[in-house]
């Protein structure tokens, strides 16, 4: 069964700091995804990952994924408060007729 | 501009009665997904459909049926047998093979 683990699940920090929120998963995966969630709204699309070693950017925002490790981290830089909002990693397994299993989801809040 | 609407935006639900949640789309996909999401919580996958007449349950789907006649529609119903069905519901499709997932902006569920 895959599962998906994030970690932390809530983060608090400044404006201008830098983070990182970590994606695991438990058995090979096909792709990872990054969505970002406001409060009430439905998932906003950040990051598709295929591949070992895969680095995207948008922003203040950078997705990796290591598919030997079973990781991908969300680095967040510099962060404003615009960025508060939950962010949730999902895996795809074609074997799974392409589901997306989603971790818990990362709370973040970046005040002033 | 091609998408997924899904209907209502809010429900109420009188204890022992079914309902149902509908979900269009005019994006030719394939695919389709029902999510259930919990206050605080990830997203759980309630069934999901990659032809038209065929179906598989997800992790959740006690207490759900769903439909597929046509390739843009996928409703949800929510029986009785569904003890507690108050939550966000996320319906999504997906291009069967590409990687994308799109998202409807959800139903909000509330039993009185």
């Known amino acids: 069964e895959l599962k998906v683990e994030q970690n932390p699940l809530f983060l608090s920090m400044q404006e201008g700091k830098n983070y990182t929120i970590y994606c695991n998963y438990s058995t090979t995966s096909d792709r990872l995804y990054w969505y970002r969630q406001d409060p009430g709204k439905s998932l906003e699309s950040l990051f598709v990952?295929?591949?070992?070693?895969a680095v995207k950017q948008e922003g203040r925002l950078m997705a990796s994924l290591d598919t030997k490790a079973r990781l991908s981290t969300l680095h967040i830089t510099a962060a404003v408060h615009d960025l508060s909002a939950t962010y949730f990693c999902?895996?795809?397994?074609?074997?799974?007729?392409?589901?997306?299993?989603f971790g818990e989801g990362t709370q973040l809040t970046v005040n002033p | 501009d091609g998408g997924i609407t899904q209907s209502p935006k809010y429900l109420f639900r009188k204890e022992g009665q079914n309902v149902t949640l509908s979900c269009e789309q005019n994006?030719?996909?394939?695919?389709m997904y029902w999510y259930r999401q919990d206050p605080g919580q990830g997203l759980r996958l309630i069934y999901y459909?990659?032809?038209?007449?065929?179906?598989q349950k997800g992790d959740i789907a006690e207490g759900y049926s769903v439909s597929r006649e046509k390739k843009e529609s996928f409703p949800l119903t929510v029986t009785s047998a569904q003890k507690n069905p108050t939550a966000f519901y996320l319906c999504?499709?997906?291009?069967?093979?590409?990687?994308?997932?799109?998202f409807g902006s959800g139903t909000r569920l509330t039993v009185v």
């Open positions: 999902a895996v795809t397994k074609e074997t799974s007729g392409s589901r997306l299993t």
């Open positions: 459909s990659q032809i038209v007449n065929d179906f």
């Open positions: 999504a499709s997906s291009e069967t093979g590409i990687s994308g997932y799109t």
């Open positions: 990952l295929l591949s070992n070693g």
């Open positions: 994006l030719n996909h394939d695919a």
